[in-house]
């Protein structure tokens, strides 16, 4: 029962560098998201997938991009990191037109230094 | 856009006693959906409880329980008998209704801690 699972769990990156965050589930949701967590600011939406080969932005995009090309796999890459990126990231994912939960992993702490 | 809004950033509550949580989220549907979801120290997610906003009656889920005020647009959340345990980050969420967009809109959370 391995749910969403988040690679890595911690990443330190220097300015300009780039990394891919990597989210899998295993439970055949057609929904994926990926969310960012900083203090005082809740959980914003960065992108979000409803089904493979769809994805499209959310509240904070910029600096970040995404692609689904199959159901379980909806990687986050950071093509060039900021200081302003540095947070943790969730990734989350659910079954598509019911009203069931949002199943997260168990998120990333990204530093950018 | 829909917006959820939480307007206590930090609470307390006495081991054993209640404690109420405030949420308040602005939308033009009639139909959605509302989420309370619990954020321990192990920053693991986890859904507390459920709402339907067609549905006239509050959700319970053991000591946990909502007031749901549709009218004035408002989602509390309420611990009964609070546990050490239940020290976390409290976020409320807003789902539009099926068929719309599937994305979740969150507030900015509430840090509960739970006094012994």
């Known amino acids: 029962n391995a749910g969403v699972t988040q690679t890595p769990k911690f990443q330190v990156l220097k300015t300009g560098q780039s990394m891919t965050l990597q989210c899998a589930q295993d439970?055949?949701?057609?929904?994926m998201s990926w969310y960012r967590q900083d203090p005082g600011m809740g959980l914003r939406l960065i992108h979000y997938s409803v089904g493979a080969g769809i994805t499209d932005q959310g509240e904070v995009p910029n600096g970040y991009n995404v692609s689904r090309s199959t159901t379980e796999d909806f990687p986050l890459r950071l093509l060039s990191a900021a200081p302003s990126q540095t947070s943790v990231y969730f990734c989350?994912?659910?079954?598509?037109?019911?009203?069931?939960?949002?199943?997260f992993g168990e998120g990333s702490r990204l530093t950018v230094l | 856009a829909q917006t959820v809004t939480q307007s206590q950033p930090e609470m307390s509550v006495q081991e054993a006693e209640t404690v109420t949580l405030s949420c308040t989220y602005d939308t033009s549907e009639s139909d959605y959906y509302l989420f309370w979801y619990k954020q321990p120290p192990s920053r693991q997610m986890i859904l507390v409880i459920r709402?339907?906003?067609?549905?006239?009656q509050n959700a319970t889920e053991n000591r946990f329980s909502v007031n749901f005020q549709k009218a004035a647009k408002s989602f509390s959340l309420k611990i009964s008998d609070s546990q050490l345990g239940d020290a976390a980050m409290y976020f409320c969420a807003y789902k539009p209704p099926q068929g719309g967009s599937e994305k979740l809109v969150f507030g900015k959370g509430t840090k509960l801690t739970v006094n012994p």
């Open positions: 709402q339907e906003a067609y549905k006239q």
């Open positions: 439970m055949n949701h057609e929904y």
């Open positions: 989350a994912s659910r079954k598509t037109g019911v009203t069931g939960e949002l199943f």
